[in-house]
């Protein structure tokens, strides 16, 4: 369903349009005088760490992370945690930054988060818009997609019909706010639907794919697959068309805590079969809720 724009409950009066933009340099003086710092000590060959910090634990946890981690987007406005969410898949990014992928989606956006709960959240939990500021700028910098062994294509909506070949990808200017039109809108918004060619998306953005589109990206790109997410499935995953060229990987279950669905995660080894473990949201006495928060209606739109 299309997200409709409708009005805040607590008017985001602070955002003046220097935040609309993305930064094209950092300048907080820490930030930069921590890198500075950080160099120095890469340099000098200096551990932040004292060695006797280094655990059996710890080792045992990095030698674990033996395999690389691709997360397909909406990482936020998905439940009454998002940035707690966010800041763990942050932590994992800076922690094992070879290992680790992070995707943009739609909700990776400053208007989306103003209206479906990523905006308030913050504000709830800071009493400013400042961290939900920071955040957005992170996500002017994330990846738009993701190409595993040259054969499996991941990206969060679907294909565009700007885009032909994934050297078209890798140029689309990513850096900004997510665009109401063209081929870095389409990739974060489009869905895959039984349509000939390309149909317009009820969304209002991106646009409907059929199987003739992703069988002749797949042909041009020499992919044998399309991973990507944005749309609720209850089984958790779900192939589209006849050639199973395009899957979709959803991962939060119980969506919105009421629609009862099961989730999955991907996993594609050396042989690029994928394979799905399916998973089901914790019952609700073993779940945390926070002590204040909107009602479910004001929070999911």
Same mark, same amino acid.
């Given at each position: 369903?299309?997200?409709?724009?409708?009005?805040?409950?607590?008017?985001?009066?602070?955002?003046?349009?220097?935040?609309?933009?993305?930064?094209?340099?950092?300048?907080?003086?820490?930030?930069?005088?921590?890198?500075?710092?950080?160099?120095?000590?890469?340099?000098?060959?200096?551990?932040?760490?004292?060695? @006797?910090?280094?655990?059996?634990?710890?080792?045992?946890?990095?030698?674990?992370?033996?395999?690389?981690?691709?997360?397909?987007?909406?990482?936020?406005?998905?439940?009454?945690?998002?940035?707690?969410?966010?800041?763990?898949?942050?932590?994992?990014?800076?922690?094992?930054?070879?290992?680790?992928?992070?995707?943009?989606?739609?909700?990776?956006?400053?208007?989306?988060?103003?209206?479906?709960?990523?905006?308030?959240?913050?504000?709830?939990?800071?009493?400013?818009?400042?961290?939900?500021?920071?955040?957005?700028?992170?996500?002017?910098?994330?990846?738009?997609?993701?190409?595993?062994?040259?054969?499996?294509?991941?990206? @969060?909506?679907?294909?565009?019909?700007?885009?032909?070949?994934?050297?078209?990808?890798?140029?689309?200017?990513?850096?900004?706010?997510?665009?109401?039109?063209?081929?870095?809108?389409?990739?974060?918004?489009?869905?895959?639907?039984?349509?000939?060619?390309?149909?317009?998306?009820?969304?209002?953005?991106?646009?409907?794919?059929?199987?003739?589109?992703?069988?002749?990206?797949?042909?041009?790109?020499?992919?044998?697959?399309?991973?990507?997410? @944005?749309?609720?499935?209850?089984?958790?995953?779900?192939?589209?068309?006849?050639?199973?060229?395009?899957?979709?990987?959803?991962?939060?279950?119980?969506?919105?805590?009421?629609?009862?669905?099961?989730?999955?995660?991907?996993?594609?080894?050396?042989?690029?079969?994928?394979?799905?473990?399916?998973?089901?949201?914790?019952?609700?006495?073993?779940?945390?809720?926070?002590?204040?928060?909107?009602?479910?209606?004001?929070?999911?739109?």
């Amino acid at each position: 369903m299309a997200p409709s724009l409708m009005p805040l409950k607590t008017p985001p009066a602070v955002i003046t349009s220097a935040d609309i933009e993305p930064p094209s340099s950092i300048t907080d003086p820490k930030v930069r005088n921590k890198m500075r710092g950080s160099q120095h000590d890469d340099e000098e060959g200096e551990d932040p760490e004292p060695s @006797h910090t280094r655990s059996a634990s710890e080792t045992s946890s990095a030698l674990k992370l033996n395999r690389n981690f691709v997360f397909l987007g909406d990482y936020v406005d998905r439940g009454y945690f998002s940035l707690e969410t966010l800041t763990l898949l942050l932590c994992l990014k800076a922690k094992y930054p070879d290992r680790v992928t992070l995707v943009r989606g739609n909700h990776e956006s400053r208007q989306i988060t103003q209206v479906y709960g990523f905006y308030e959240e913050c504000f709830q939990k800071y009493g400013s818009a400042s961290v939900w500021k920071a955040c957005c700028q992170v996500f002017d910098f994330m990846t738009l997609g993701a190409i595993i062994d040259g054969k499996v294509l991941c990206v @969060h909506g679907g294909l565009s019909p700007e885009i032909r070949t994934l050297d078209q990808v890798r140029v689309v200017a990513r850096a900004q706010e997510i665009p109401h039109e063209g081929a870095f809108c389409d990739l974060v918004w489009s869905d895959p639907d039984d349509v000939e060619t390309w149909a317009v998306s009820p969304r209002g953005a991106g646009w409907l794919f059929g199987d003739r589109v992703a069988d002749e990206f797949c042909h041009v790109n020499d992919l044998s697959l399309i991973a990507r997410a @944005h749309q609720l499935v209850n089984e958790g995953y779900k192939y589209h068309f006849t050639n199973q060229n395009v899957v979709t990987v959803w991962s939060a279950p119980n969506y919105c805590y009421r629609c009862g669905n099961l989730a999955s995660v991907c996993e594609i080894g050396d042989d690029l079969k994928p394979t799905f473990k399916l998973f089901s949201a914790v019952s609700d006495d073993q779940r945390h809720m926070p002590t204040s928060r909107p009602g479910r209606s004001e929070y999911f739109l």
